[in-house]
């Protein structure tokens, strides 16, 4: 059983900066790919960045390239997302997701519960 929990979401100025983490636990979860997707009011989740078991391979949607990075510790089975100059825009639900590839909610399979970031203008 894997189990996934973030931490980090609160609130902040627009152009400020959050930092979101994400444990995985379970057997193997060091060589699960892991992953950040987001959902606005009314909007479906989509995602935001990914990044392979080592760490090596990153993906980013467009509209947070440039201003947020994804990395990981596996020393830790833990991920992380540094988010920079922040946009109202950017205020959603986090969700980490483990144990697949894509950009699509359904390319895997280990979810948390998310954590809430609220940007203000």
């Known amino acids: 059983q894997v189990h996934v929990v973030e931490s980090g979401g609160g609130l902040v100025q627009a152009g400020g900066s959050l930092r979101l983490s994400c444990v995985a636990s379970?057997?193997?979860?060091?060589?699960?790919?892991m992953a950040w997707f987001r959902r606005a009011p009314g909007k479906e989740r989509e995602f935001v960045a990914a990044?392979?078991?080592?760490?090596?391979?990153?993906s980013y949607a467009d509209s947070v390239k440039g201003r947020f990075t994804i990395s990981r510790d596996n020393t830790k089975n833990t991920a992380h997302l540094q988010m920079n100059s922040l946009k109202p825009e950017d205020t959603a639900v986090y969700y980490c997701?483990?144990?697949?590839?894509?950009?699509?909610?359904?390319?895997?399979?280990?979810w948390g519960q998310g954590t809430q970031v609220t940007v203000s203008s």
């Open positions: 997701a483990a144990g697949g590839w894509g950009d699509t909610p359904t390319s895997f399979s280990y």
């Open positions: 379970g057997p193997t979860v060091s060589s699960y790919s």
């Open positions: 990044i392979n078991w080592s760490g090596g391979m990153t």
